[in-house]
């Protein structure tokens, strides 16, 4: 299985937006809402961000929204902080009960 | 509020086997919503799959790994373990256990890092 596709890295000035994508074999993002994102602060365990593509979890703000088109998922972080400044990973269901995670991107603010 | 904590030797030999635990507090391993995680990361790079067991006992690995994992769970005592065998350098890396629930990781441990050094 191959690691979905995220662009090394990504910035955005506090207030701005900023869009990261996560690209996926068809088999992978294409073909199931099983796409999740998480953040990664520098020493510390991911958090989850979003999952089933655009739901988010209790307690995150919905400065972070989620999409998907195709074969592309999206990780949108509106109004940035500074504290959103971290690593961002993308998951996807990759099809016979295994998962694949992107490669990861630093977002800068 | 469920928490997890991984635990093992910090170092083993190239060779030998990667022997982990995770500890599940406040919530039970045999839960039917839940499913379970083992995640690595390399230091310097990203996240990677190692595998997951469902409460049904069945288990699911990364293709890329699979030779050499196995993973298990003791009910009673609320542990999840895992354990890679033939272990190299490349095998060097943090391991997260989690808790997993409609395809995603809701809740990590803090990891444990494991290097692989003679």
């Known amino acids: 299985q191959s690691a979905l596709t995220q662009p090394p890295s990504a910035s955005g000035s506090p207030g701005q937006s900023v869009t990261i994508s996560c690209t996926g074999v068809?088999?992978?993002?294409?073909?199931?809402?099983?796409v999740s994102w998480y953040q990664q602060h520098p020493g510390k365990a991911p958090k989850l961000m979003i999952f089933l593509v655009n739901k988010r979890p209790s307690g995150v703000p919905d400065r972070f929204s989620g999409s998907k088109s195709g074969n592309t998922a999206s990780l949108t972080v509106s109004g940035l902080q500074a504290e959103d400044e971290a690593d961002y990973y993308c998951?996807?269901?990759?099809?016979?009960?295994?998962?694949?995670f992107g490669g990861g991107t630093k977002l800068t603010v | 509020q469920l928490q997890l904590q991984e635990s093992g030797p910090g170092l083993v030999k190239p060779s030998e086997t990667l022997s982990l635990t995770c500890t599940v507090s406040?919530?039970?391993?045999?839960?039917?919503?839940?499913?379970w995680d083992w995640i690595r990361q390399p230091p310097g790079k990203g996240l990677e799959w190692i595998g997951s067991?469902?409460?049904?006992?069945?288990?699911y690995y990364n293709p890329a790994l699979e030779s050499r994992v196995t993973i298990s769970a003791d009910t009673p005592e609320n542990q999840l373990a895992l354990k890679l065998s033939s272990v190299t350098a490349t095998d060097t890396a943090v391991y997260y256990c989690a808790k997993g629930r409609v395809g995603a990781q809701e809740t990590w441990g803090q990891g444990t890092l494991v290097t692989v050094s003679s």
């Open positions: 067991i469902y409460y049904s006992g069945s288990t």
């Open positions: 406040g919530g039970s391993i045999s839960s039917s919503s839940y499913y």
């Open positions: 998951s996807s269901y990759g099809g016979s009960n295994n998962w694949v």
């Open positions: 068809s088999s992978g993002v294409g073909a199931y809402d099983y």
